[in-house]
């Protein structure tokens, strides 16, 4: 680093000081001069040095590091990490850019349960993961970085699930989220948030391409993001693709499409019942500052130091997918219940992408809404 020039006055005689004593201009931190103007950025906050004295901005920051240290010092059942790519951003923006699904809407919220005749509740164990029941036609964990779009990642991914189980294994593609972003804008904003009941309709109407053929845009929020794929009904109600996959390399532009979502009851065995039998589904969070910070255990909020989240309520509805279930000794050393959650935050995040949060209390919210579709197959797929 260039050395800085620093700026200095004589002081005058007469002082208790010698003649040659020489008073820097300017500010220290941490040992170090900086000259009158200088920024450094402290995690989400900069300050400037002014009149010898530093001036710093006063915003709360995602990451939180005397709340990392709570959550590791108590008996809370999980452990609290600081996150490289979180670091810098603040609370507000967190919950802007990193979640993006919208609140319900009262459709959603109204749509009756259904309870499916599964086999009894003893059936179930009392460990349970998708991919070790479908090794293969499951999907792991992709990376929203900052595009609010968890409202995509989780619709797609839970669908791609779906078509594989319910085809055996016949199509395994991992759908592309990218086309949901790109192309389903009604009441979207592509990267600033959108509705899982207009996505779920996109899959059923248009129907979606694989994510190799459709990949992640390298910058999601790029002016040229418009849609890039179309699709048309061959009159039978199977649907082509108009155009060759944006990724040049990938020649299968095959659309899949979904039957209407339906809502799986909250009831905790109602869940598990229809996570064994057909497959992940899709929860609404509502995702609390602690979250962010989230590294291995199961989840439960710890309240914060600070009363700043509650003033974005409204950006904090997120979209994951539930996998499977559990049982372990959590917090105090009791035996607790867990749901086995797979986030949209790239895999260095959590348990390998993953998280596990409590079950059966509707810890956040996780089990207040649940959404699962099945993929429309024709009499040939299945065959």
Same mark, same amino acid.
Request: charged share 20%; aromatic share 10%.
């Given at each position: 680093?260039?050395?800085?020039?620093?700026?200095?006055?004589?002081?005058?005689?007469?002082?208790?000081?010698?003649?040659?004593?020489?008073?820097?201009?300017?500010?220290?931190?941490? /040992?170090?001069?900086?000259?009158?103007?200088?920024?450094?950025?402290?995690?989400?906050?900069?300050?400037?040095?002014?009149?010898?004295?530093?001036?710093?901005?006063?915003?709360?920051?995602?990451?939180?590091?005397?709340?990392?240290?709570?959550?590791?010092?108590?008996?809370?059942?999980?452990?609290?990490?600081?996150?490289?790519?979180?670091?810098?951003?603040?609370?507000?923006?967190?919950?802007?850019?990193?979640?993006?699904?919208?609140?319900?809407?009262?459709?959603?919220?109204?749509?009756?349960?259904?309870?499916?005749?599964?086999?009894?509740?003893?059936?179930?164990?009392?460990?349970?993961?998708?991919?070790?029941?479908?090794?293969?036609?499951?999907?792991?964990?992709?990376?929203?970085?900052?595009?609010?779009?968890?409202?995509?990642?989780?619709?797609?991914?839970?669908?791609?699930?779906?078509?594989?189980?319910?085809?055996?294994?016949?199509?395994?593609?991992?759908?592309?989220?990218?086309?949901?972003?790109?192309?389903?804008?009604?009441?979207?904003?592509? +990267?600033?948030?959108?509705?899982?009941?207009?996505?779920?309709?996109?899959?059923?109407?248009? /129907?979606?391409?694989?994510?190799?053929?459709?990949?992640?845009?390298?910058?999601?929020?790029?002016?040229?993001?418009? +849609?890039?794929?179309?699709?048309?009904?061959?009159?039978?109600?199977?649907?082509?693709?108009?155009?060759?996959?944006?990724?040049?390399?990938?020649?299968?532009?095959?659309?899949?499409?979904?039957?209407?979502?339906?809502?799986?009851?909250?009831?905790?065995?109602?869940?598990?019942?229809?996570?064994?039998?057909?497959?992940?589904?899709?929860?609404?969070?509502?995702?609390?500052?602690?979250?962010?910070?989230?590294?291995?255990?199961?989840?439960?909020?710890?309240?914060?130091?600070?009363?700043?989240?509650?003033?974005?309520?409204?950006?904090?509805?997120?979209?994951?997918?539930?996998?499977?279930?559990?049982?372990?000794?959590?917090?105090? /050393?009791?035996?607790?219940?867990?749901?086995?959650?797979?986030?949209?935050?790239?895999?260095?995040?959590?348990?390998?992408?993953?998280?596990?949060?409590?079950?059966?209390?509707?810890?956040?919210?996780?089990?207040?809404?649940?959404?699962?579709?099945?993929?429309?197959?024709?009499?040939?797929?299945?065959?």
């Amino acid at each position: 680093m260039e050395k800085q020039r620093l700026s200095q006055r004589e002081v005058q005689p007469g002082a208790d000081f010698t003649r040659n004593h020489v008073i820097l201009e300017g500010c220290l931190r941490d /040992g170090q001069h900086y000259e009158e103007g200088s920024v450094i950025k402290e995690n989400c906050n900069s300050c400037t040095c002014s009149g010898q004295q530093w001036k710093c901005s006063q915003d709360v920051c995602l990451i939180q590091p005397e709340l990392i240290e709570r959550v590791n010092k108590g008996d809370y059942g999980w452990t609290a990490q600081n996150y490289s790519q979180f670091w810098g951003m603040t609370l507000e923006e967190g919950f802007k850019y990193r979640l993006g699904t919208l609140p319900p809407s009262p459709m959603l919220l109204s749509m009756n349960e259904v309870t499916a005749s599964l086999p009894a509740t003893r059936d179930l164990p009392e460990f349970f993961v998708a991919s070790y029941k479908w090794p293969g036609w499951t999907h792991g964990p992709l990376d929203q970085k900052n595009c609010a779009a968890s409202w995509a990642f989780s619709t797609a991914s839970v669908a791609a699930d779906r078509i594989a189980i319910q085809s055996k294994g016949r199509y395994t593609d991992n759908l592309s989220p990218q086309n949901l972003i790109s192309c389903c804008v009604k009441n979207h904003h592509g +990267c600033n948030s959108g509705s899982i009941d207009r996505a779920w309709w996109y899959l059923r109407k248009r /129907g979606l391409v694989s994510h190799a053929c459709y990949p992640l845009f390298k910058d999601q929020n790029a002016t040229n993001s418009g +849609c890039a794929m179309a699709s048309r009904s061959d009159g039978r109600g199977k649907r082509h693709a108009t155009k060759p996959c944006p990724n040049i390399i990938e020649k299968s532009n095959r659309i899949y499409q979904c039957s209407p979502p339906y809502r799986v009851s909250s009831n905790e065995t109602e869940i598990m019942k229809e996570i064994m039998h057909s497959g992940p589904v899709q929860a609404i969070m509502r995702v609390h500052e602690d979250f962010f910070h989230y590294k291995t255990g199961i989840y439960r909020h710890v309240t914060g130091t600070n009363e700043e989240s509650e003033k974005y309520q409204k950006l904090q509805t997120h979209a994951v997918k539930l996998t499977g279930w559990g049982t372990l000794r959590g917090a105090k /050393g009791q035996k607790e219940k867990f749901w086995i959650a797979a986030n949209s935050w790239g895999k260095s995040w959590g348990e390998n992408g993953y998280f596990r949060i409590l079950r059966g209390v509707n810890e956040s919210d996780i089990e207040k809404l649940i959404i699962a579709a099945w993929g429309q197959l024709t009499s040939s797929d299945e065959s």
